[in-house]
């Protein structure tokens, strides 16, 4: 039996388990020459899904309604008649949300299980890691001795990027939903400064206070009004990383947010918007310190790992409310 998730729905505002469908198929799962037979073992549950599951135009094509949905996944060879991957072997690649499946092996890279859990390759040696690492370094540019904020900070991508920001010196603010996250940026991650968005009254006097000599650099995960206050208080050539912005993924208005402009003018200051995979080339360089870093202990990181098939669309909903520290994953 093969157990499938579909989208059933473009989810109007913040998604709902009605947006999906189950299906559980009798498949006979024969493989010709080429191909590999996959069994699903670890599925990564990302904001960016949300945009894929809306029809607006975007840097990738949305998903089709009644088609499986796809992330990234770790799955086991069940069986193969392809060159390149033999029977055993662990494979890292854009999958469907799917129990089994035929490949023909393309876009998919074998992941080793001896060197790393597996499921670090959905997260800090995956594309977590490699958004946080080239982000940081490519725009941010950072020199020891700045200050970093970093909102989303106690998610997949901003507990590395602060982590990245301890090792090369910078003074590093982190923004979070919770106190135990708070607790978390600091105690695990060595931040030196937590803000709890949520029952903190003034965002702007808060960032302020932890940042006194200003703002050099901001990795911004998730826009709105949080943004703008940090905005409100960056230093001359600062640079504002866009990664991402999780506060309105699920508007269904236009957000009202502030003018960019004059804070952007005034500061001789950089924002820039990136996707990961524009900088390619950067990879290996990228998952080799990554992988080092984590050999000497200098990088740490987190998982949420939620067990069972059937959570998939659950477990990605989750991460609009916060239910997650660290990377967001499903184990099957
Ligand atoms: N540009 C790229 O190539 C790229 C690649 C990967 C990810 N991203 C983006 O990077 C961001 C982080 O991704 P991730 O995978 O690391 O996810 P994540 O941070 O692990 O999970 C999402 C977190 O966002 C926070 N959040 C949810 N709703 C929020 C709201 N309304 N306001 C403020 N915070 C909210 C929650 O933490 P709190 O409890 O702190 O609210 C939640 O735990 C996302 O915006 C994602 O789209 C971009």
């Known amino acids: 039996m093969t157990k499938t998730i579909l989208l059933k729905n473009r989810p109007e505002g913040k998604p709902s388990m009605s947006d999906f469908e189950f299906i559980t198929e009798e498949s006979e799962n024969t493989i010709s020459k080429g191909e590999i037979l996959l069994e699903t073992k670890y599925v990564s549950v990302d904001p960016y899904l949300r945009g894929r599951m809306s029809d607006a135009k975007s ?3 949305p998903f089709q309604l009644n088609k499986p949905i796809q992330s990234g996944v770790i799955a086991k060879v069940l069986e193969s008649k392809n060159d390149t991957f033999t029977e055993g072997d662990y494979v890292s690649g854009m999958l469907n949300w799917q129990t089994k499946q035929i490949s023909n092996g393309e876009g998919l890279t074998k992941v080793n299980p001896d060197k790393a859990p597996l499921s670090a390759y959905l997260g800090i040696l995956g594309m977590t890691g ?13 020199k020891a001795g700045e ?10 991508v901003g507990s590395v990027v602060g982590q990245i920001g ?9 923004i979070a939903g919770t106190d135990e996250k708070i607790e978390m940026l600091k105690s695990k991650f060595g931040f030196d400064v937590g803000i709890n968005y949520n029952t ?4 702007k006097s808060a960032i302020a206070e932890a940042a006194p000599n200003g703002v050099d650099i901001y990795f911004d995960n998730v826009g709105g009004p949080i943004s703008d206050a940090v905005l409100v208080n960056i230093n001359r050539l600062a640079r ?40 390619a080339e950067k990879f290996p360089e990228a998952i080799k310190q990554l992988a080092t870093w984590l050999s000497e202990g200098k990088l740490m990181y987190s998982e949420t790992i939620v067990k069972g098939f059937d959570n998939i669309p659950k477990a990605f909903i989750d991460l609009f409310e916060g239910k997650n520290k660290g990377k967001m994953i499903v184990e099957l």
């Open 59 to 61: 840097y990738v094509p």
């Open 147 to 156: 200050t970093l904020v970093v909102s989303g900070a106690a998610g997949a």
């Open 200 to 203: 903190t009254k003034d965002m």
């Open 166 to 174: 301890k090792i090369l010196g910078l003074r590093v603010i982190g």
């Open 240 to 279: 504002i990383i866009v990664c991402g912005a999780i506060s309105v993924y699920n508007n269904t208005e236009a957000p009202k947010s502030l003018s960019v402009q004059p804070f952007l003018v005034k500061n001789s200051a950089l924002m820039q918007g990136f996707i990961v995979s524009n900088y």
């Open 130 to 142: 490699l958004t946080a690492y080239t982000g940081l370094t490519e725009i941010g540019k950072p």
